[in-house]
């Protein structure tokens, strides 16, 4: 699942059903790949990622296995001042 804000972006979709073994996989197979990972292929920093409920970031980032997950979700981090 992708937040509201990259759905544009994606036709309005929202939702997705991708074949992957990582999350890295899942998230270049998207049609906002590029808006989800920069130059250098790793996700942006105002993005967090969980897969199940769980921050991919605690279990390797990108290499996250997906074995068995269910869910991924995307969420944009809002920041200002």
């Known amino acids: 699942m992708v937040p509201s804000l990259l759905a544009a972006q994606a036709e309005g ?3 997705f059903d991708v ?3 990582t999350v890295g996989e899942a998230l270049r197979a998207l049609p906002v ?3 989800l990972l920069n ?3 790793e996700w942006r ?3 967090n990622v969980y897969v199940d409920g769980t921050d991919a ?3 390797g980032g990108l290499t996250c296995p997906l074995a068995g ?3 991924i979700r995307i969420v ?3 920041s200002g001042g």
């Open 33 to 35: 790949a590029d808006l």
């Open 13 to 15: 979709r929202k939702s």
């Open 45 to 47: 920093r105002h993005l």
């Open 57 to 59: 970031r605690e279990h």
């Open 19 to 21: 074949e992957a073994q």
């Open 69 to 71: 997950a269910r869910e």
């Open 39 to 41: 130059e250098r292929g």
């Open 76 to 78: 944009a981090m809002v």
